[in-house]
C-alpha cells in the first residue's frame, strides 16, 4: 500500500526541489535546466524567480545570457511564454507543436478569414527573415496584404507554427519596450530538431516538481498521454497517495524533507511554476484559499510565509521612494512579520536600485 503523503509534506518536497528551502549555489543556466525553464510572459518574472532562488544573483548576470544568446524566451508550455536553454526551448517546443496548432484552430481560426494558411506564412516569414519587429508590426504589414483576417489571428498563425524568439534589447531587465521577435533560425544556432523524449521528459520533471501525478505534469505542460510515459518508468519509481486520493509518482532519492523544516519567506513573480505546475495546486496554498491562484480573480504576485502563498505584494515609487506592500490574506504572527521585512527589505532594493529611500509596509488582513 503506498505511503500517503500530506499537503505539507508535498509542500516541503516541492520547495525543496524548486530551491526554495534555501538558496541554491547553483549558477543560472543549471538552474533554467533544472526547473525546465522560468515562466516569462513579464519581462521581470525570470529575475524575480531567479533571485528567490539562487545565492548571490544579479541582474546582470541574468541579462547577459539573454544577450549572448545561452538562453532564450519563447512559447512553449501551456502556450505561453518561458525562458529556456537552447536545447530545452527547441526539444519542448516541438513537444508541444500539437497543442499550439489545436489552440490557433479553437481560438484564430474563425478570425483568420478565408485567407490561405500557406501564404501568409510565407509572407510573415519573410517580413521577419529581413528583420525582427514586434507582433503588432507584423500584424500590420500582414494586413497589407491580406486585409479580411484580423492581423492577431494571422501574428498567431507564425506563432503557432514557428519557433519566435523575443529578443533584447526587449525583455531585459529594465526594458518597457513592446517585445520585439523573430524567427529562431535568426537568433539560435542549428540544429533545429534537438529531441526530448516523454520519458526524459517526466523524470525531470518529477526531479524538479515531484511528487506529482499524472494530471500535475500534464496541466504544467498541456501535453496529453503522459500517463503511459510514467507507466513506462513505473519500475524505476516510488509513488504515493495525495490527499485528493490521486496516485502521485517521484524519483526513489529525490528529497522529501519532513513535513515541519522551517520553511523561510519568499517572494516571488506573478508567474511562477511552483505554483502553476500543478492540477492540484494545494499544497502551496494554506486551507480553504484556493482563489490565491484563481488568474481570473484578484490574482497578484505571491508572498511564500511558512511554505504557502499567505500574501501578495506590489511596489509603488514616489519620486525617489521605493514603498513595497505586503497585504496579507490571513493574520499572521508577529515573527512572521519581522521575517517579510527583513526578506522585503533586500527584495526591495533588488527590485528598485536607484530609489533614494526604501519602505517595507506589512498592511492589515485583508476582509477578503
Known sequence: MPETLTDRQLNRA??????????????????????????????????IGLWSRLAGFTHEALTALIVDRT???????????????ADDLIGIREQMQPFLRSFWLSNFRKRFGGNDEAAVLALARELLDVGPMTAGQLGKRLSERFPEG?????????????????????????????????RIGNWLPAPYE?????????????AAYGPASVADMQTWSRLSRLGEALEALRTELVTFTAPDGREHFDLP??????????????FLPLYDNVYLGYDNRRRMLAKDDETRIN?????????????????????DRKKGAAILAVEPYHRLRKADIADIEREGA???????????????RVLDVRSD
Request: hydrophobic letters at 45%; proline letters at 8%; charged letters at 20%.
Open 346 to 360: 533586500l527584495f526591495l532594493r533588488f527590485m528598485e536600485e536607484a530609489a533614494e529611500s526604501y519602505d517595507v
Open 150 to 182: 484580423e492581423p492577431l489571428a494571422m501574428t498567431m498563425l507564425l506563432q503557432s507554427t514557428d519557433t519566435l524568439i523575443q529578443i533584447p534589447p526587449t525583455r531585459i531587465w529594465g526594458s518597457g519596450h513592446s517585445p520585439v521577435i523573430t
Open 295 to 315: 488568474l481570473f480573480a484578484d490574482f497578484r504576485p505571491a508572498v511564500l510565509v511558512d511554505g504557502v502563498i499567505a500574501a501578495g505584494w506590489s511596489i
Open 71 to 85: 538562453l532564450a524566451r519563447a512559447t512553449t508550455m501551456r502556450g505561453t511564454l518561458h525562458l529556456h536553454t
Open 14 to 47: 516541492t520547495l525543496a526541489r524548486q530551491m526554495l528551502l534555501e538558496r541554491s549555489d547553483k549558477d543560472i543556466v543549471a538552474t533554467v535546466e533544472w526547473l525546465l525553464g522560468l515562466q516569462a510572459q513579464q519581462t521581470h518574472d525570470p529575475y
Open 194 to 206: 534537438r529531441p526530448i523524449a516523454r520519458e526524459t521528459l517526466a523524470r525531470r520533471y518529477l
Open 253 to 266: 532519492d529525490a528529497p522529501r524533507p519532513d513535513a515541519d523544516t522551517p520553511a523561510p519567506v519568499r
